[in-house]
């Protein structure tokens, strides 16, 4: 760790009042937004996170450090709403964008990522992240108040709309318009907090529960962006490991069923229409976007995505399960 990083964090400590004797400093991956030390002292153990303007991806792509605030608003939010399913946010520094929270600790609840990444796709689990996604959106919809708490607008664009669906427009000139009309139409709908980058790198499978990490996007806005999100990933792990392909549909199909089941803001169809809408163009963008998926690197794996993706986009007449036929047709065995 950098001398100056080392006493940004002390001094943060200090200031919070959670400096102790013997305080080590442990640097964790912070994947490409941020800076993360496992705190631990006599009678203390924590995280310190702290969001960097450049993210670590090979284009360009800068963020504002606002996100970081962002961050604690929608875990103090959270806590309110689902208490089981976030970590507790213990102190922040606007100043230094810092803030620390409750540590977890991975023997006891493991990155669901790395779960699947060894073909543990338990469905309880993904249906336990649709409810409490469904949750959080039901407590928040239509409020004024969250919505002028989290008007951040730009901060998603930058994010996640013109990484994600705008810088892959550049790249497919024949549906740069469909790419751009799913990034205006996330933008221009209002309906309820969302966390932004429901990810399995984001999750931790917790003995009671998963545990939602990482709200460094959230924003008020389109709640169909965080299952579309979550979707994405889960069928793009069927590249990563073929193997267990089969489990992960059946871990989107109880993710996907649980959120409709239980949200009450709006129709199920409504959503599942817009989920449908969003989900192809995050494919995509998943391979020719600023933030490609760092495991699929074959490049006919990615010739094969793009054509699924591509041949969805085309077909406005896309639902969930025309996705789950196509996408499976190709990659499930």
Same mark, same amino acid.
């Given at each position: 760790m950098a001398d100056s990083a080392h006493d940004d964090v002390l001094s943060f400590l200090q200031r919070a009042g959670l400096g102790a004797e013997d305080i080590v400093l442990q640097s964790l991956s912070?994947?490409?937004?941020?800076?993360? !030390?496992?705190?631990?002292?006599?009678?203390?153990?924590?995280?310190?996170?702290?969001?960097v303007p450049q993210l670590r991806? &090979?284009?360009? !792509?800068?963020?504002?450090?606002?996100?970081?605030?962002?961050?604690?608003? !929608?875990? /103090?939010?959270?806590?309110?709403?689902?208490?089981?399913?976030?970590?507790?946010?213990?102190a922040c520094d606007d100043k230094l964008n810092m803030f620390a929270m409750s540590y977890y600790p991975p023997d006891l609840y493991p990155l669901w990522k790395r779960e699947l990444r060894?073909?543990?796709a338990d469905?309880?689990?993904?249906?336990?992240?649709?409810?409490?996604?469904?949750?959080?959106?039901? &407590?928040?919809?239509?409020?004024?108040?969250?919505a002028r708490r989290f008007a951040t607008d730009d901060a998603f664009l930058s994010l996640r709309v013109d990484p994600y669906l705008y810088a892959t427009a550049s790249r497919h000139a024949d549906l740069a318009d469909t790419l751009q009309a799913i990034g205006r139409d996330i933008l221009a709908t209002k309906r309820?907090?969302?966390?932004?980058?429901?990810?399995?790198? /984001?999750?931790?499978?917790?003995?009671?529960?998963?545990?939602?990490?990482?709200?460094?996007?959230? !924003?008020?806005?389109?709640?169909a962006f965080d299952i579309a999100f979550c979707l994405n990933h889960l069928y793009l792990k069927c590249v990563w490991v073929p193997e267990a392909a089969r489990r992960f549909i059946v871990c989107a199909d109880a993710l996907t069923e649980a959120y409709l089941d239980t949200i009450t803001f709006e129709p199920a169809t409504d959503s599942a229409h817009r989920i449908a809408r969003i989900l192809p163009g995050l494919m995509l963008a998943r391979i020719d976007g600023k933030s490609p998926v760092e495991y699929i690197t074959d490049e006919t794996d990615k010739a094969r995505v793009r054509r699924v993706s591509r041949n969805l986009l085309r077909n406005a007449a896309r639902t969930l399960t025309t996705i789950k036929t196509e996408f499976a047709s190709e990659f499930v065995a």
């Open positions: 912070g994947g490409v937004s941020a800076d993360i !030390w496992h705190v631990t002292s006599r009678d203390r153990d924590f995280v310190v996170k702290r969001a991806v &090979a284009q360009e !792509w800068k963020a504002p450090l606002s996100r970081n605030r962002s961050e604690v608003d !929608w875990l /103090n939010e959270a806590r309110h709403i689902v208490p089981e399913a976030v970590p507790k946010v213990l060894e073909g543990r469905p309880t689990v993904a249906r336990s992240i649709g409810a409490i996604a469904a949750r959080m959106h039901n &407590a928040t919809a239509f409020s004024d108040v969250i309820a907090l969302v966390h932004g980058d429901l990810s399995p790198k /984001n999750i931790l499978v917790g003995p009671q529960c998963p545990i939602l990490l990482d709200a460094e996007c959230a !924003w008020y806005g389109e709640p």
